[in-house]
């Protein structure tokens, strides 16, 4: 869907607040069992077209076939917090259950801007992250 950019959206894609932006939530199941709610938040209009054809799987798999743009991660910030009364219906968990919040900027190669902007939340109970360096 349409709609106009949050302060927090706005400072992440490098645009006004207010200014549309395309804005996709995706849920992830594993097995059958729900594990992590993304929003994804694109300023680039251009890719409105393709995006409504998207369905399931990774979207940067689909975005890189369907038009050829690769994104790269440039940031990732993880924190917690606990389920609200919407996420824990989604997510299928008691209401205050502790997610995960991962927060994530994409990249085109060579552009200042981030082309995608992501809050993931993620069942603390089914997952792990390992940060290899």
Known sequence: ?????????????GIKEGDNVIHLRTLR?????????????????????????????SLHDFLFEATG???KRTQ???SARRAQAKESKVLEIPNMAPLLCVRTLN????EIDATEYSVSLTRADMIEFTMEH
């Open 1 to 13: 869907m349409l709609r106009p950019a949050s302060s927090h959206v706005a400072d992440a894609l």
């Open 69 to 71: 743009i690769a994104l």
């Open 76 to 78: 990732t910030r993880i």
């Open 107 to 110: 990249h085109r190669d060579g």
């Open 29 to 57: 199941r594993v097995n059958g069992v729900a594990v992590c709610q993304i929003d994804h938040y694109f300023a680039d209009m251009a890719l409105w077209p393709v995006l409504q054809n998207f369905s399931s799987g």
